[in-house]
């Protein structure tokens, strides 16, 4: 069998979700959609359930998914509905929904659930992306709260720039928020996880960390409580074909790089198609039997080559970590002009594996 496989550690995730919840203050709704950020959203959300206040997804069918998997804690649609037909499942599932627009209230009122819904009422305080402005918001809240098909109201917001840790942005996002609901007695969540690392001031009833629980950090330098995160995910492979070479011999496609000495080449089953960035530069950094080392030519669609040249013991068969504990997925974010969030949800076709210790 190909090689290629992903440890997925599951006693990382929920030491993460801890961390998560001592900064938040209260609650952490563990975010996970996207199949937890590639992770696997049924076996994360099983391996936290015992312990989380709740769970966010990005959809409906992420949230069944989770519910036909038995999980019966409390899942917020993180985007709310994009059809109102949608209400009826919601209702069926026992779902929490955001609410961002004025068409979505309409929706609600037309609505007949069985039991009054749970809303997640969003303020654009800054993003511009979804949520409804400062100036309608009290208006719909209050249209909201006057209806029957309405239990409980959350007041929510989302930053744009808390992973900028000198930008100014994130406190003004903070002060509207604070303008428009501190007096309106609800619950809050503002948190997503570069705030709840790097904003303290950042509480609410609600954090909302999503990267964080994998162990990844949001910011590019060392930062003392991104540090305290363990990676969830290491995705590695082993070397299967090793070629010694002179100097001046190009190696792969369009020849990115020439051996400029005599050189041990280690090729690996691993590759764009698996979600490793195809354009890291030489000089990306692997770990070869545990030992960093250098990425060196282009990355192809199921391998990549590698410099063994100064890792005399490496060879065929030796073992060779992309990402992971010795080379956390935010660096190889930077070295590839990605992110480590697009990297941890891009991954493809490598077999996930899962411990539990
Ligand atoms: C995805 C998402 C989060 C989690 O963000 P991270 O940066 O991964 O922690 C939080 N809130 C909302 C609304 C989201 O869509």
């Known amino acids: 069998m190909r090689p290629a496989r992903a440890l997925i550690d599951l006693a990382a995730l929920r030491h993460n979700y801890r961390l998560a919840r001592e900064l938040g203050g209260r609650k952490a709704l563990a975010v996970v959609k996207a199949d937890a950020y590639g992770h696997g959203a049924v076996r994360c959300a099983q391996a936290l359930e015992a312990e989380a206040d709740g769970f966010g997804v990005a959809c409906i069918e992420e949230a069944l998914e989770l519910r036909e998997a038995g999980i019966r804690a ?80 959350v007041a929510m917001t989302h ?54 629980l994998y162990g990844a950090t ?25 070629r010694e070479l002179p100097p001046g011999e190009p190696i792969g496609y369009g020849a990115r790089f020439v051996t400029a000495r005599p050189s041990r080449i280690g090729v690996v089953a691993m590759g764009y198609a698996d979600g490793y960035p195809q354009f890291a530069p030489n000089g990306t950094p692997v770990a070869i039997d545990g030992q960093r080392g250098e990425l060196v030519g282009r990355v192809s669609m199921d391998m990549l080559t590698i410099d063994l040249t100064d890792h005399p013991t490496a060879g065929l068969g030796s073992k060779v970590e992309l990402w992971g504990r010795r080379v956390p997925v935010s660096e190889l974010a930077l070295h590839s002009e990605g992110s480590a969030y697009q990297l941890l949800c891009g991954l493809k076709r490598v077999p996930r594996s899962y411990v539990d210790a």
């Open 218 to 242: 949001p910011f590019a330098g060392p930062h003392p409580v991104a540090d305290r995160l363990r990676p969830v995910m290491t995705v590695e492979s082993k070397v299967i074909g090793v």
């Open 159 to 212: 930053f744009a720039r808390a992973d900028e840790l000198d930008c100014e942005r994130t406190t003004e996002q903070q002060a509207l928020f604070h303008q428009v609901c501190d007096e309106l007695q609800l619950p809050t969540s503002l948190g997503n996880s570069p705030a709840l690392l790097g904003w303290p001031a950042t509480q609410g009833e609600w954090a909302r960390p999503g990267l964080m």
């Open 74 to 153: 409390p899942i917020l649609l993180l985007e709310g509905f994009f059809e109102a037909d949608e209400l009826a499942l919601i209702d069926a599932h026992h779902l929490w929904f955001v609410v961002q627009a004025e068409w979505q209230i309409d929706a609600i009122e037309r609505a007949r659930p069985t039991k009054p819904f749970t809303i997640w009422l969003k303020l654009d305080s800054g993003m511009h992306r979804l949520g409804l402005v400062a100036a309608d918001y009290r208006a719909s809240l209050q249209r909201l709260q006057a209806m029957p098909q309405v239990r409980e109201v």
